[in-house]
């Protein structure tokens, strides 16, 4: 079975600042793992995939997320956030011959002016 | 390219009605096709998930159902809405096979009074 764990509910940034979002994931196969954003009253958008190829997975809108085996974590990052940043993300892991995904909880970011 | 297609987008519904919400998938065939629900300031919950015509995975029981009459079509169903059907329902779908991306519908607001 697989598990996903978001370790803040919600993070605050100024704009321009960094964005860290904490993910750590439990699988007892080589996972696939996500990050999603989620605007209000919309649905989900693919940011980025891992899929055990490189560590350092780069996706849309600036955001990278690295994927480390031995912390079980896949961090997502931005280097400047942005005020269309507002949103909430999901991290989200896939186990193999397995149709269900694991969502995390979800982490609100704020970003403040 | 691929779309996918929900309505409607928003629905207030009494209690005790019944329920049909439709989903669509545009520009590939024999796609794994999925229902969520996301209710307010919680995760996504998997409903359903099909992977072929007449092919239906219930991960939750409750009074809702689900069918896939054609290849690229989802619909999700209730005979008699309660109050705790209100929230967001997510339609998904992803090429056959295990750990392949999930794209997400825009989604509909449904709301039980």
């Known amino acids: 079975a697989q598990s996903v764990t978001q370790l803040d509910s919600h993070v605050s940034v100024s704009e321009g600042t960094p964005v860290l979002l904490r993910c750590n994931y439990s699988?007892?196969?080589?996972?696939?793992l996500f990050w999603y954003v989620q605007h209000p009253n919309k649905g989900l958008q693919l940011l980025l995939k891992?899929?055990?190829?490189?560590?350092l997975v780069k996706g849309i809108n600036g955001f990278e997320a690295e994927f480390k085996k031995s912390e079980t974590s896949f961090h997502l990052t931005k280097p400047s956030a942005h005020m269309s940043d507002a949103a909430e993300y999901f991290c989200?892991?896939?186990?193999?011959?397995?149709?269900?995904?694991?969502f995390g909880a979800g982490t609100t970011v704020t970003v403040r002016a | 390219s691929q779309t996918i297609h929900q309505w409607p987008a928003t629905l207030v519904q009494p209690v005790g009605s019944p329920l049909s919400l439709e989903c669509t998938v545009e520009?590939?065939?024999?796609?794994?096709l999925y229902w969520y629900r996301q209710a307010a300031g919680r995760g996504l919950q998997l409903l359903f998930y099909?992977?072929?015509?007449?092919?239906i995975s219930s991960e939750v029981p409750q009074n809702l159902s689900a069918s896939r009459p054609q290849d690229r079509q989802f619909i999700l169903s209730s005979k008699k809405l309660l109050l705790s059907d209100s929230g967001f329902y997510l339609c998904?779908?992803?090429?056959?096979?295990?750990?392949?991306?999930?794209?997400f519908g825009p989604g509909t607001r449904l709301l039980v009074l």
């Open positions: 998904a779908w992803n090429r056959a096979g295990a750990q392949e991306t999930q794209y």
């Open positions: 699988s007892s196969y080589s996972p696939s």
């Open positions: 891992y899929t055990s190829a490189a560590t």
């Open positions: 989200v892991v896939s186990a193999l011959n397995d149709y269900k995904l694991s």
């Open positions: 520009g590939t065939s024999n796609p794994n």
């Open positions: 099909s992977v072929g015509i007449g092919q």
